[in-house]
C-alpha cells in the first residue's frame, strides 16, 4: 500500500482523472444516445465538465509544484486554489445549462429507449468515477492538495449524479411518466449547484490567508507550551502574538518569542532554532518564523497611526 501511496502524486492522479473524464464523456454519451434520456444528457454534461476541471487542475498543480524565486518568495502554493475556484464555476454552468435543457423536456416529454443498454454504460462509468474519486481523496490528504480534493468531491457528486439519473430512469421505465426523467435532471443539477458553490467558497478562503485548522494550532500551541518556561511568577521563556494561515500545500506560522534581555545572541538564536525545528517536525508542510523580543518588551499591532 505504501508504493501505491508513493505512486499517487496530484500530477498522476490528474492525469489519471483525464483519461477517466474521456472513458466515462464516451460512456456516458453513448447511453444519452441510445435512450435520448434528457437524464442521461446531464450525466454526459457534468462528465465534460470533469474532463475540463481535471486539464485545469493539473495546470495548476503543475505551477504550485514550481520552487519559490524573486517574485514569489512563498512561493506559488496558492495556485490550486484557482483550481478549486475555477471547477466550482463549471460545475455551476453545467448545472445551469442542464436546468435549461431539463426545463424544456418537462414541457415536452420524450419516450426513453433501450432503457436496459442505457443504464449499464451509466452505471459502469459511476464504478469507474467512484474507484477514482476514492484514490484521489486518499491522495488529497497525503498531499494536502485541494486540488485533487476539489476534483475528487467532484467526481463523488458525478456519482450521486448518475445514481439519481439512473433511480429516475427506472421510475419512468415502470410507470410511464416520461415527465419523471426531466425532473431527476432538474434535482440532480440542484445538487450540483450546491457542490459548486462549496468549492468557490473554499477557493476564496484559501485565497484570503485562512487560519490554520483547529487540530493543526492545537498541534502547534502543544509545541510552543513544551518549550515557554516560567521561574515563580516570572515568565522566562513565554510566546505570544500567533498567527497561522495556509496556501495550498503549505502552512506558516508567525509568532514573538520573548527571553531575558541578558541572554546572548547565540543561545537565543540556538532555542529558536530548536523551537523552529520542533514546529516543522509536528506539523509537516510547516514554515515557522520567530521574531526574538526581551521579555520586557511588547510589540503593537494594528496601530491606527501605522495605516495612515
Do not use: C
Not at 80 to 91: D, R
Amino acid at each position: 500500500m505504501k508504493i501505491i501511496d508513493s505512486w499517487m502524486n496530484p500530477t498522476r492522479m490528474l492525469w489519471a482523472s483525464v483519461v477517466v473524464a474521456l472513458v466515462t464523456i464516451g460512456l456516458k454519451t453513448g447511453a444519452w444516445w441510445l435512450t435520448d434520456s434528457v437524464g442521461l444528457l446531464s450525466d454526459a454534461m457534468e462528465s465534460l465538465v470533469n474532463l475540463a476541471s481535471a486539464i485545469f487542475g493539473l495546470m495548476m498543480v503543475t505551477i504550485a509544484a514550481r520552487p519559490a524565486d524573486e517574485a514569489h518568495p512563498y512561493g506559488h502554493h496558492k495556485a490550486e486554489y484557482f483550481s478549486s475556484g475555477f471547477e466550482g464555476i463549471l460545475i455551476g454552468v453545467a448545472a445551469l445549462g442542464i436546468i435549461w435543457v431539463a426545463v424544456h423536456r418537462l414541457f415536452d416529454p420524450q419516450p426513453i429507449e433501450q432503457v436496459g443498454w442505457g443504464l449499464a454504460l451509466s452505471v459502469g462509468s459511476s464504478a469507474l468515477n467512484g474507484l477514482l474519486a476514492w484514490l484521489m481523496f486518499r491522495a488529497a490528504r497525503q498531499h494536502r492538495s485541494l486540488a485533487l480534493e476539489a476534483d475528487a468531491r467532484h467526481l463523488v457528486t458525478d456519482v450521486w449524479t448518475s445514481a439519481g439519473v439512473v433511480v429516475g430512469i427506472a421510475l419512468v421505465s415502470m410507470t410511464g411518466w416520461l415527465w419523471l426523467d426531466a425532473a431527476v435532471a432538474i434535482g440532480v443539477a440542484l445538487n450540483i449547484l450546491k457542490e459548486g458553490w462549496s468549492l468557490i467558497w473554499r477557493s476564496s478562503q484559501g485565497l484570503m490567508d485562512e487560519a490554520l485548522e483547529p487540530e493543526i494550532l492545537a498541534d502547534v500551541q502543544k509545541v510552543l507550551d513544551g518549550f515557554a518556561h516560567q521561574r515563580g511568577e516570572t515568565a522566562i521563556i513565554r510566546f505570544d502574538h500567533l498567527n497561522t494561515r495556509k496556501a495550498g500545500q503549505r502552512r506558516f506560522v508567525d509568532v514573538h518569542m520573548h527571553m531575558p534581555a541578558s541572554w546572548t545572541l547565540g543561545r537565543a538564536a540556538a532555542l529558536r532554532g530548536s523551537v523552529e525545528q520542533a514546529l516543522m517536525s509536528e506539523v509537516p508542510g510547516l514554515r515557522a518564523s520567530i521574531q526574538l523580543l526581551p521579555s520586557d518588551v511588547e510589540a503593537h499591532f494594528d496601530d491606527p497611526r501605522d495605516l495612515k
